[in-house]
């Protein structure tokens, strides 16, 4: 099994960044398609960003795109989300997850197309 930590997180005014982490390990984390969900409160966790295991493929929601960049660094089991221009309804808290079926290069955006999870790391989004 492979094991999930986020961090990164905080508060920000609108219109500022954060970088994300999540950092894997127990297994090796090239052998997995990773993706970012966020959930607000009283929401449904939803699909920001997913990226291929090589990392040659990347998808995003409309909400992400133009403002956030998933990327991954294999060798040090480590994927990332960069988000610019943060606005308050960006306030979740953000998960990374893991997929390790074949859809390697296949967008997936539900919860339940990946099968392990981290513990989120807050982001807070003030106008």
């Known amino acids: 099994q492979v094991q999930l930590v986020e961090s990164g997180g905080g508060s920000v005014q609108a219109g500022g960044s954060l970088r994300l982490s999540c950092a894997a390990s127990?297994?090796?984390?090239?052998?997995?398609?990773m993706g970012w969900f966020r959930q607000a409160p009283g929401k449904e966790r939803e699909f920001v960003a997913r990226?291929?295991?090589?990392?040659?493929?990347?998808w995003y929601a409309d909400s992400a795109k133009g403002r956030s960049t998933i990327s991954r660094d294999n060798a040090a089991n480590t994927v990332y989300l960069q988000m610019n221009s943060l606005k308050p309804e960006d306030t979740a808290v953000y998960y990374c997850?893991?997929?390790?079926?074949?859809?390697?290069?296949?967008?997936?955006?539900?919860?339940?197309?990946?099968?392990?999870w981290g513990q989120g790391t807050q982001v807070t989004v003030s106008s």
């Open positions: 990226i291929s295991r090589s990392g040659g493929s990347t």
């Open positions: 127990g297994r090796t984390l090239s052998n997995y398609a």
């Open positions: 997850a893991a997929d390790p079926t074949f859809f390697d290069t296949t967008m997936r955006t539900r919860t339940t197309q990946y099968d392990y």
